[in-house]
């Protein structure tokens, strides 16, 4: 689920997407997450029905903190403040009798897919930064998801970059996010080119030779060259992956974003770390919710045995 739009499908075991759907989180109004996640669910559960298709299990990322180990969503999930502390793990499981259902945070989920049948495939460790209305990382450090004591583990959109930044919607200041995520980026250019500018737009504006879009961009590049170095230098990962609305727009100007990074990065850790900016569809979204089945399924029968 994001902020803007829930997205559900019917999966595979080996990741193919039988069925999408999708609908805009709040589309009953303001608070009403839960029941367009139940609908939707609903709507899946019929269709896998018609098809004679057994579900074995439900996953769901959730954009904020989340208790995985007993399907809680916890107090900073901005985008869908309504959730905070719903169990929501218990409450979808309700009507779906003896289906596990799995909730965690919505880019652990990603870097779940990623590294299940995607670009993460075979890696011992692997951290994916996801940049879209907000900004979130999923991280997998030596084959397990790293989710942290209570849940934190991988907001790494919420690292500080500038000491005496911008405040920021967690309540800190100078926060990554605040820098490179599409609603931040958008805020900047507006303000910056004095009118109503999308995050894709401004790219597009600086590539065609704006030079105040160029600005915006060369902030965008410096701030997440000094992002991408904490992830570097502070875990030295086999792998980071680059996703969200934002990354398609940073394609083009990734050997920008290189030499940002090797600005700040250790050479040699950077050496030894592949980074790759992925364009993703809304498969891929959908795909981290059967991962996370996938994951936890066999995370708690080893755990048990
Ligand atoms: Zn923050």
Redesign the pocket.
């Known amino acids: 689920m994001g902020g803007t739009t829930v997205a559900a499908g019917l999966v595979g075991a080996d990741g193919q997407v039988l069925e999408h759907c999708q609908a805009p989180t709040h589309v009953r109004g303001a608070g009403t997450a839960l029941a367009t996640i139940e609908a939707l669910l609903e709507r899946l559960c019929d269709i896998a029905r018609a098809r004679g298709v057994a579900i074995t299990g439900v996953g769901i990322g959730v954009p904020g903190t989340v208790d995985a180990e007993r399907g809680v969503v916890g107090v900073d999930v901005h985008y869908a403040p309504e959730l905070a502390g719903v169990p929501l793990g218990d409450r979808l499981a309700a009507p779906l009798s003896g289906v596990p259902v799995f909730v965690d945070n919505d880019v652990n989920a990603l870097a779940l897919a990623e590294w299940t049948w995607g670009a993460g495939r075979g890696a011992r460790s692997l951290v994916m930064l996801a940049l879209g209305t907000g900004v979130g990382a999923g991280i997998i450090l030596d084959g397990r998801l790293h989710r942290g004591q209570a849940g934190f583990g991988g907001e790494l959109?919420?690292v500080p970059i500038d000491f005496d930044g911008r405040p920021?919607?967690?309540?800190?200041r100078g926060?990554l996010?605040?820098y490179v995520s599409g609603t931040d980026i958008a805020l900047r250019a507006t303000e910056r080119l004095g009118r109503p500018t999308s995050a894709a737009e401004v790219f597009r504006l600086a590539a065609g030779g704006d030079a105040a879009a160029d600005e915006v961009v060369a902030e965008v590049c410096r701030a997440l060259g000094a992002g991408l170095a904490i992830i570097v230098n502070g875990l030295n990962p086999e792998r980071i992956l680059l996703a969200g609305s934002v990354a398609k727009s940073l394609r083009p100007i990734e050997a920008r974003l290189r030499a940002s990074l090797a600005g700040y990065a250790f050479a040699q850790a950077l050496a030894a770390t592949h980074l790759e900016i992925l364009t993703q569809d809304k498969d891929a979204t959908v795909r981290g919710g059967a991962a996370l089945v996938g994951y936890e399924t066999h995370r708690r029968r080893t755990a048990t045995s």
């Open positions: 959109g919420h920021c919607i967690c309540g800190g926060c996010k605040s």
